[in-house]
């Protein structure tokens, strides 16, 4: 079986402030949606510890805190910091003409 890939568009890049983390549903996967330092990046909203949201977490310098029990995940490289050891995976997301797109892929 292939995965399918849903591209959405979820928004003008203004909707977004900087520093923002938006819980968004893209092709009925939950999304977390992040823009820092200009920049979007597009997560699942799952910690891959306990599975409690990301969406509440705290935005570090390149990376998410996760507000539940403290791990960490790299937003260039899905790399975990403990108590989580599972890297998380990485959705795009860009800009396209003053639009924020985010791509995901589903098994
Ligand atoms: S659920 Fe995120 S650190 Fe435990």
């Known amino acids: 079986m292939s995965a399918a890939t849903t591209r959405t568009d979820v928004g003008a890049v203004d909707d977004f402030a900087e520093g923002s983390i938006t819980a968004l549903e893209v092709g009925g996967v939950e999304v977390v949606l992040i823009r820092q330092d200009g920049i979007f990046y597009a997560l699942p909203d799952r910690c891959t510890h306990a599975r409690y949201p990301l969406n ?52």
């Open 56 to 107: 509440d977490g705290e935005l570090l310098p390149g990376k998410i805190k996760c507000a539940h029990h403290g791990a960490t995940y790299d937003l260039a490289t899905g790399r975990p910091g403990l108590p989580a050891v599972k890297k998380i995976q990485l959705y795009q997301a860009f800009e396209v003409d003053g639009r924020v797109l985010v791509e995901v892929q589903e098994a």
